[in-house]
């Protein structure tokens, strides 16, 4: 019975881990179901989460969120890019993931995955050009900070993802062993 609550969990933890996709807190839902199935069955000799791997999942989650904010932003800010630029490119990508992921709809499996990555590669893009011309700069200095905010959104989106595929393993590894 056991092996089914397992199948479960990394069956949903699997589910979480898409939602990055779409700007939603995936990792952070990995963390809460592996403390829902922690909390449900503890560690014991012979299986369960504990302590230790929820503080790893956690850290993990943390870094990830980091390493996603760093990178849109630096890539925007590197290039010269304002406040404004930036807030619109997080407004972008959110609507652009989410556009993005409706329009791969009709592919099955892997079009709504790919329609979210890219829709909110544009999204940030469209969001930084848009705050840097109403800050005021030409249309080719908007191009260059929406390039940098689209590239930063890219990495940073990629590396939320094998985080939270490693995650997605350690909780399933903590919870057989």
């Known amino acids: 019975m056991i092996y089914l609550w397992i199948s479960i969990l990394?069956?949903?933890n699997a589910v979480a881990w898409l939602a990055?996709?779409?700007?939603l807190p995936g990792n952070w839902i990995i963390l809460i179901l592996c403390g829902i199935?922690?909390?449900?069955?503890p560690e014991d000799a012979?299986?369960?989460?504990?302590?230790?791997?929820?503080?790893?999942?956690a850290l993990c989650a943390v870094v990830?969120?980091?390493?996603?904010?760093?990178?849109g932003a630096a890539f925007a800010g590197k290039r010269g890019?304002?406040?404004r630029g930036m807030a619109l490119a997080v407004v972008g990508t959110a609507a652009g993931s989410l556009t993005g992921a409706v329009i791969g709809v009709p592919i099955p499996i892997l079009g709504p995955v790919i329609g979210a990555l890219l829709g909110g590669a544009g999204g940030a893009f469209a969001g930084a050009w848009l705050g840097e011309i109403w800050k005021g700069k030409t249309a080719a200095e908007g191009a260059?900070?929406?390039t940098g905010a689209m590239i930063g959104r890219l990495l940073g989106t990629s590396?939320?993802?094998?985080?939270?595929?490693?995650?997605?393993?350690?909780?399933?590894?903590?919870?057989i062993w």
């Open 10 to 12: 990394t069956l949903s």
């Open 46 to 57: 012979g299986s369960g989460i504990g302590w230790i791997g929820l503080a790893i999942l």
């Open 144 to 146: 260059h900070v929406g």
């Open 37 to 41: 199935y922690a909390w449900f069955f």
């Open 64 to 71: 990830g969120e980091v390493i996603e904010f760093i990178a």
């Open 159 to 175: 590396a939320k993802l094998v985080i939270g595929a490693a995650m997605v393993v350690i909780a399933t590894v903590d919870a």
């Open 20 to 23: 990055n996709l779409l700007t």
């Open 81 to 83: 890019g304002s406040r």
